[in-house]
């Protein structure tokens, strides 16, 4: 799995295999944990990043972000709404590759206003 970033969208690419995306679907779905990634070429993007953390919040919804002096992908919200989000993150395993979606909002109820664009990418 490699996770992007997009300084002028503001935008995240997560990229990985059907058993990357439930791995990491059943992460995100827990509500708590950390990955590290690889280093890889942004390629289109302006930066690789190497960590991602999941913590469960006391909020309405999920908020994704990117601080890239820390080098991290956060990923907070209520266990429902990342519930959600790691079951949609899981399905991507149901797709023929390559595929790619789109997960923000206002396309998903569960994704709070503010939020960096995801675009998950199956390979």
Known sequence: MLARVGFRFREIDISGTAEE???????????????????ADPGAFDLTIHRISVVTVDYD???IDFNPDLDIIEIVGPLDALAAL???????????????????????SYIGEGSAPLIASLK
């Not at 995306?21 to 280093?39: H, K, M, N, Q, Y």
Request: proline share 9%; aromatic share 8%; glycine share 14%.
């Open 86 to 108: 790691g079951e949609n993150l899981g399905g991507m395993a149901e797709a023929t590759p390559p595929y790619h979606t789109h997960i923000e909002h206002p396309n998903y």
């Open 21 to 39: 995306f439930i791995e990491f679907g059943r992460l995100v779905a827990s509500g708590a944990g950390e990955i590290v990634l690889p280093d």
């Open 61 to 63: 919804t999920v908020l």
